[in-house]
């Protein structure tokens, strides 16, 4: 598959993912990112914005297996990886697996659990595999985990370990709908629910090869240095605590690369770096005050940006 003809496909998959995620085209493409990138999501924000059915839509747009996890104080990991389960006929063990056995897993309220339970997605998240007893068992491709997470001052919650949350791709937020976009989303359900209607644009298959071809896309040197120079900012500047670890570095690259394939391109641009800083970043840095406020990272992170400088005569080189 040529790169031209994965923008065709990937418009086409975004397009038909609007048809229930209403007025929210930058973060079903920063959605989208993640998946080609190989990484996975975690989505902060408050109830009822469409969390849930941004996962779901992104499933059956790809014909792609979904499970949901509702991530409570009493979850076990145990119920998100699987149980080994004596079969008294066979009279051996038989591994029956968790929901994270799926394409999409939807990870919902993943702060609300212990952070024993958060840790058992570790090894799917990185390794794309679980092993229970010693035994390991491959997950399905592609491998999307799609968290959320309740904003921290929320009653009940445990904060994500800065060792998970560096383990995310992208960190980004849905936000209140504009009016005209309520209004829309609220006239397409009140008979019946878009998603019910909606039909897959890709297969898994597509969607491996299209991670493929990602990794494929050109990254010039001077890109990468860049990209680091980014990274090594948030470690020296005066605002933060912790800066952005390695893997950050790597991630920043990764999906300068899955943007450069939506929108065509067989080579990276500066403007896929900066432009996907922000929500690759702001997650995996620490503020000096310690207080774990996603907006006020955001911002930190943006002024960073106009303060290194930028390559330039590099496009297609």
């Not at 051996?92 to 993943?110: C, K, M, Q, Y």
């Not at 040197?221 to 952005?244: D, H, K, M, Q, W």
Request: aromatic content about 6%; overall charge negative; glycine content about 8%.
């Amino acid at each position: 598959m040529e790169a031209s003809e994965a923008r065709e496909r990937l418009a086409a998959l975004l397009d038909n993912m609007e048809l229930v995620i209403k007025g929210k085209r930058p973060q079903v493409e920063l959605a989208v990112t993640a998946l080609l990138s190989g990484g996975q999501l975690l989505i902060e924000d408050v109830p009822g914005v469409g969390k849930t059915m941004l996962a779901r839509t992104l499933a059956r747009s790809i014909d792609g297996s979904f499970k949901r996890v509702q991530f409570t104080p009493d979850l076990l990991p145990s119920d998100i990886t699987g149980v080994n389960i004596y079969d008294q006929a066979s009279g051996s063990f038989r591994f029956h697996p968790g929901p994270v056995f799926a394409n999409v897993i939807l990870a919902d309220e993943v702060n609300r659990a212990t952070p024993r339970t958060q840790a058992s997605l570790l090894e799917a998240m990185d390794e794309g595999q679980v092993t229970v007893d010693g035994e390991t068992h491959p997950l399905p491709r592609p491998f999307f985990v799609i968290a959320t997470q309740n904003p921290v001052e929320y009653h009940g919650t445990y904060p994500l370990p800065e060792g998970q949350l560096d383990r995310f791709c992208l960190n980004v937020t849905l936000d209140y709908p504009g009016q005209e976009d309520e209004v829309e989303v609220v006239e397409s359900q009140l008979k019946r629910h878009p998603i019910e209607e909606l039909r897959p644009v890709l297969s898994t298959a597509e969607v491996t090869e299209m991670q493929e071809l990602a990794r494929g896309i050109r990254v010039d040197r001077s890109l990468i240095e860049y990209a680091l120079r980014i990274v090594e900012a948030t470690r020296s500047c005066g605002e933060f605590l912790l800066g952005a670890s390695p893997r950050g570095s790597i991630f920043l690259l990764r999906t300068a690369q899955a943007r450069a394939l939506l929108q065509g391109r067989g080579y990276v641009v500066p403007d896929d770096i900066k432009r996907l800083a922000v929500a690759v970043l702001a997650h995996r840095v620490i503020l000096k005050s310690r207080r774990q406020d996603l907006a006020l990272s955001r911002e930190a992170v943006e002024r960073l940006l106009g303060e290194v400088a930028v390559p330039v005569g590099v496009e297609g080189r």
